[in-house]
């Protein structure tokens, strides 16, 4: 087995990238510290063709050296806002139909795995704090809650692997299925 080359791959330009159908999803960071996190989301985001970004609070935004050692450019393909307080954000996504979904354990949240994802509606996934989770003025504007399902010791994942998860999910009902 050997890998494949870049040329095989036949990724998008940023240009084609940017003018290409994208997931019917934004993701909204609610008061994310690290900026390595930010970062990764970014990298998530570009991977599974993300439509918008949210930066809320106090989450870091572009330019910055520190989101850029791991989002590797995608800050520069992602389309991305920024927001003083998540609950604007939250309130402005669902003012324009989005369907608003805390990543979040929460009272009533859904397993991940038996999430149903409609095909014809556009989705807002809420990540929180790595120490508090999604707010909890945010997490009252927000029509539901997935939960990823866990085995092990730990209450949580770090928010740029639950992205991952969450978003996987997402794409391969929203996006492979097409």
């Given at each position: ?31 994310i510290?690290?900026?390595n996190?930010v970062?990764s989301?970014?990298r ?12 809320c609070?106090?989450?870091a ?9 791991t989002?590797?450019g995608?800050?520069?393909?992602v ?19 989005f369907?608003?979904?805390?990543v979040?354990q ?9 999430f ?8 807002a ?11 909890d003025?945010c997490l ?17 994942l770090?928010?740029s ?18």
């Amino acid at each position: 087995m050997k890998k494949k080359s870049y040329e095989i791959l036949a990724r998008p330009t940023p240009e084609e990238f940017a003018e290409a159908e994208k997931l019917p999803v934004t993701v909204v960071l609610d008061g994310i510290r690290s900026l390595n996190n930010v970062g990764s989301v970014f990298r998530t985001c570009d991977g599974f063709a993300v439509e918008k970004l949210c930066l809320c609070g106090i989450t870091a935004t572009p330019p910055d050296r520190e989101i850029h050692k791991t989002a590797l450019g995608a800050e520069d393909t992602v389309r991305w806002e920024y927001y003083t307080a998540t609950t604007d954000a939250v309130v402005q996504l669902r003012a324009k139909g989005f369907t608003v979904i805390a990543v979040e354990q929460a009272q009533g949240s859904v397993m991940l795995n038996e999430f149903g994802i409609d095909p014809d509606r556009r989705y807002a996934l809420v990540l929180g704090n790595e120490v508090f989770g999604v707010s909890d003025e945010c997490l009252a504007l927000c029509d539901g809650a997935v939960e990823i399902p866990q085995a092990g010791t730990k209450h949580s994942l770090n928010i740029s692997v639950a992205a991952g998860v969450v978003l996987w999910h997402f794409f391969q009902s929203l996006y492979l299925r097409r």
